[in-house]
């Protein structure tokens, strides 16, 4: 158990609402990462980071900021909230090595954009 | 882009029965991993293969990492209902990101 802790768990807003997600890990993973989850499309890459105020763009990046101001924390940010940001969103952090990146994974967080 | 496909996306078996999951790629990963995911949880990982033509065995489960290193095989022998679960291969690089096939849906029904 890598102690990862995502909050909300579950959150309903309104469209254009600004809503942020929280990630915090306990076991000083250098890597953490944000993930939607949707039908028909397994797990897609938001953003990561590789440390310290050091982030990059997944696969599906538009609509979405992160910041990672501490080692154990990770934050989601829709800056306007869409109907189509409407996923489970889920935070992971690993530890990547030559060719080994077993990830671990939090509980996610239900987000509902109306 | 990288892309894994994975196969079948759905699986509705009886118990004891033998299955066979399939993930496949054109791309060459450095590691694959296979997750299950149960309602509600995040995934959870089963194994890291990251060696062409390795095959670890977990218990009923048997992975298989392919020669060339673009695709991988989950087998479970004689399933039974606690096997049930969204089944995830991901594809890993020396970039820190990992690739997520579809997922497939296993229901092995008593």
């Known amino acids: 158990d890598a102690g990862i802790t995502q909050s909300p768990r579950h959150k309903v807003t309104e469209t254009g609402t600004p809503v942020t997600l929280r990630c915090h890990q306990t076991?000083?993973?250098?890597?953490m990462y944000w993930y939607r989850q949707d039908p028909g499309h397994g797990l897609r890459l938001i953003h990561y980071?590789?440390?310290?105020?050091?982030?990059d763009k997944g696969e599906v990046s538009d609509g979405y900021s992160v910041s990672r101001s501490k080692t154990e924390d990770f934050l989601l940010t829709l800056e306007s909230a869409t109907s189509s940001q409407t996923s489970v969103y889920f935070c992971?952090?690993?530890?990547?090595?030559?060719?080994?990146?077993?990830?671990?994974f939090g509980d996610g967080t239900r987000l509902s954009i109306l | 882009t990288q892309l894994l496909k994975q196969s079948p996306q759905f699986l509705s078996i009886q118990e004891g029965e033998n299955l066979t999951v399939y993930c496949n790629s054109s791309?060459?990963?450095?590691?694959l991993q296979w997750y299950r995911q149960e309602p509600g949880e995040g995934p959870v990982l089963l194994v890291t293969?990251?060696?062409?033509?390795e095959v670890k065995k977990l218990k009923r489960l048997t992975f298989q990492f392919g020669d060339a290193r673009k695709d991988s095989s989950l087998h479970i022998t004689a399933a039974q209902p606690g096997d049930t679960g969204l089944y995830l291969c991901?594809?890993?690089?020396?970039?820190?990101?990992?690739?997520f096939g579809q997922g497939t849906t296993l229901q092995v029904k008593p």
């Open positions: 791309s060459v990963f450095s590691s």
């Open positions: 980071s590789y440390g310290v105020k050091d982030t």
């Open positions: 293969v990251v060696t062409g033509g």
């Open positions: 992971a952090a690993g530890v990547v090595g030559e060719g080994n990146q077993p990830q671990h």
């Open positions: 991901a594809g890993g690089s020396n970039t820190g990101k990992l690739i």
């Open positions: 076991e000083n993973h250098r890597y």
